[in-house]
């Protein structure tokens, strides 16, 4: 939903050609294509501010979103390796597991540990999807540049309020903001999983299993820490 709020942002007229929600522009239909997409801070700066990094860098707002590593695997697990298993990008990007928890985490430490070695690069989906948050956007390098703004899926509100605070610090129009208000309030990811009874099932398999958590919790450590989220100590320890 975050693309889409901001291609609509960027180009409201190219949004509203294609689309007449947020929760229609997804992955194969996005109205922005990859007008938008960087993939670090010199080349968003190329591409937006006519290569003035320092101006980019100290002027522009850079906002990064946070989730649980928990709810953000689980989340991620649920969609591409068991509701969208057969489908080729996630065949590859959950390591042809079929669904299975375990092989996925396993495999995943195994990517996460040759990426970290310099011995081997991955794919952008399973960099995009399942690596620690603080690997991505160039987080240790410029971390102090980043507005931190946390996703609780059981706190949508908040977060929404301060993703609109933000726009309107940015002099974004009231129209354009009601319209996202109204979108993010009536409407729902087309990939979202977080509820359901899939999503459920995959957290008590998560839970009931002391060693799927020390895993997950090695894998995500660093952002544990870092964003302040409780480690899964007491389930482990049962």
């Keep these: 939903m975050i693309g889409a709020i901001l291609c609509y942002l960027y180009n409201d007229k ?20 990859n007008k938008l997409v960087g993939s670090n801070f010199y ?37 591409l390796c068991v509701l969208s298993m057969n489908d080729s990008n996630s065949l590859s990007t959950c390591y042809h597991c079929k669904g299975n928890m375990e092989c996925v985490l396993k495999n995943l430490y195994k990517t996460l540990k040759a990426y970290s070695n ?29 507005i931190k703004v946390k996703y609780e899926s059981l706190k949508k509100e908040q977060f929404y309020l301060k993703l609109l605070k933000i726009f309107r610090s940015r002099n974004v129009s009231e129209k354009k903001l009601n319209f996202i208000k109204w979108e993010l309030n009536h409407s729902q990811s087309f990939h979202a999983t977080n509820g359901t009874s899939i999503n459920e099932r995959q957290r008590e398999i998560l839970y009931n299993s002391p060693y ?10 660093d952002d544990f820490v870092e964003f302040g989220f409780d480690l899964p100590i007491k389930y482990i320890k049962n």
């Design 14 to 33: 190219l949004f509203l050609s294609k689309h007449k929600h947020l929760n229609e522009d997804y992955w194969a239909s996005r109205a922005c294509s």
């Design 43 to 79: 080349q968003i700066s190329t591409k937006f501010n006519k290569g003035k990094f320092k101006e980019f860098q100290n002027k522009w707002k850079h906002v990064i979103i946070i989730r649980n590593p928990i709810e953000r695997f689980i989340s991620g697990f649920t969609h």
């Design 118 to 146: 310099k011995e081997k690069d991955t794919t952008f989906h399973i960099k995009y999807h399942f690596f620690p948050q603080t690997w991505l956007c160039q987080y240790q390098k410029y971390k102090n540049k980043y």
């Design 212 to 221: 799927l958590l020390k895993l997950l919790s090695i894998i995500y450590y």
